[in-house]
Structures are given as structure tokens and as C-alpha cells.
């Protein structure tokens, strides 16, 4: 016999006092899910009455006691768990985020570290290879000629070195740019990206307080795209950070307007 056959059967067959015994018990664990105020026992009542309906193992269906408990439990939980299952899947996803970014982070660190000890043999060979001590007068006894052929080989040598190590000049120099930019940033308090260090997340957000929560949550991908540490190699410290107080940001409007 089906589900709803049993269903139909029961239902025609059911008297008076079968009908109060299956209210009574329907209505107690009903009564109690619905008088809950707290976390705590929205979720307990919410998880105990899931656990009921999944376990279920009697034939029956109206006259099956954890089928009435599990759905008295559950139904004044409806609500509560529309709320609750979004909320806490973007929660996991905010966290997963700021764990990526730190590890991102820590991934270009220690990249930067190995190239700089790569080349480091490099650069110390170039330098007293390339720099003299002797400061050259009138007096000096190379001819002109030797002293010309002396300075080709050195010019020709230092040339070379410095065509293998273009990578790694062209990354100190801009780590030094980088370094001279933020310095001038602070200064003039954070610059252009001044708007994502202010204490209103509005602001962070580059939203109006009246927009609604579909705006926040565009304006917030579309930074998001824009300022991702992964995009914005040449500066990850900076990005990480932005990146950082627009997760806040957002989440921090997300709970207002929740």
C-alpha cells in the first residue's frame, strides 16, 4: 500500500478520540517550537525535528508518533530556517575568504624571499665586479687605450649580469616604487583609497544609506573584483587589506538590513 493510499485510509477510519490523541500530540511539541525566542533553541528544536522525520520506520502516517512530533517541532521553524541556512552560508563564506586572502598573502611573501636569496650571489658578484675603490687622477699610469679596453670588458660584463637578473631588478624596483607609493599615500591619508579605510561601511561599500540591500550587495562584488589581491600583484599587502574592510563592510550592512 502507498503513502498517500495509507494516508487516505487513515484519515477515513479515524474517529473522535484518535483524532484528539493525534492533536495532543501534534500540538505539545508545536506549542513549545513556537515559544522559542533564542538561537539556541530555534536550532535545537529545528535540528531534533529534522532527526525525527529522517528516522522515521513505521508504516503508518498520521498514527507514526515521530512524524507528528518531527513536523510540530519543524513547521514553527519554517521561517527561522530561511533566515538561518543563507545566512550561514554566506557567514562560511566570508571566513573562507579572509582565510584565502592570508594565505595568499603568505604564499607572495615567501616567494619574494626565495627570489631574493636566489639572486642574492648574484648581486654581491655584480657589485665587486662592477665597483672599484680607486678613484682615477692624472697621475695614474694606464695608458689611455688599456684604460678604454679595461672599462669595455667591465661595461660588457656588467651588461651581461645584468640582462640575466632583469627579472629580479625590474621586481626590486618596483617593490621600491611600491614602497615609495604607499609612503605618499599615507601621508595624504590612504589617497585613493581613502574610502576603504573609513569607519562607515557605507562609505567602504561606495553606497547611500537609503540604497536597498541588492545595490550593497552589487556595488560590493563589483569592488571585489576590482581590488582581489590576485589581480593586483604588484601590491597584495594593500589589496589584502582593502579586500579585508570590504568583507567587513558587508557583512556588517548584511546584519542591518537582514
Not at 72 to 91: D, N, R, V
Amino acid at each position: 500500500m502507498g503513502f498517500f493510499e495509507r494516508l487516505i485510509n487513515e484519515v477515513t477510519n479515524m474517529d473522535l478520540a484518535n483524532f484528539l490523541m493525534v492533536a495532543l500530540i501534534f500540538y505539545v511539541p508545536y506549542y513549545f517550537s513556537k515559544k522559542a525566542h533564542t538561537l539556541f533553541f530555534h536550532i535545537t528544536y529545528s535540528a531534533f525535528g529534522i532527526y525525527m522525520l529522517l528516522t522515521l520506520e513505521d508504516v503508518r502516517v498520521i498514527y507514526d508518533v515521530k512524524m507528528l512530533v518531527g513536523l510540530g517541532l519543524l513547521i514553527p521553524q519554517i521561517s527561522f530556517l530561511k533566515w538561518f541556512i543563507p545566512h550561514s552560508i554566506q557567514s562560511i563564506k566570508m571566513m573562507t575568504a579572509n582565510t584565502y586572502y592570508f594565505f595568499i598573502t603568505i604564499y607572495y611573501k615567501v616567494i619574494r624571499f626565495i627570489t631574493w636569496i636566489k639572486n642574492l650571489p648574484n648581486t654581491i658578484k655584480i657589485f665587486f665586479t662592477t665597483f672599484s675603490f680607486k678613484n682615477f687622477t692624472k697621475e695614474d699610469t694606464f695608458k689611455k687605450d688599456e684604460y678604454t679596453s679595461s672599462y669595455n670588458k667591465e661595461e660588457s660584463f656588467y651588461n651581461e649580469k645584468q640582462s640575466e637578473n632583469e627579472s629580479y631588478t625590474n621586481y626590486e624596483e618596483k617593490t621600491s616604487n611600491t614602497e615609495q607609493e604607499q609612503q605618499t599615500e599615507v601621508k595624504k591619508d590612504y589617497g585613493e583609497y581613502a574610502q576603504f579605510y573609513s569607519n562607515s561601511a557605507y562609505i567602504v561599500l561606495g553606497v547611500n544609506q537609503n540604497d536597498d540591500f541588492k545595490t550593497i550587495k552589487k556595488s560590493y562584488k563589483t569592488l571585489i573584483r576590482i581590488y582581489h589581491p590576485d589581480l593586483n600583484p604588484n601590491d597584495i599587502k594593500q589589496f589584502t587589506e582593502i579586500t579585508q574592510n570590504l568583507n567587513s563592510a558587508y557583512e556588517k550592512l548584511e546584519k542591518i538590513h537582514s
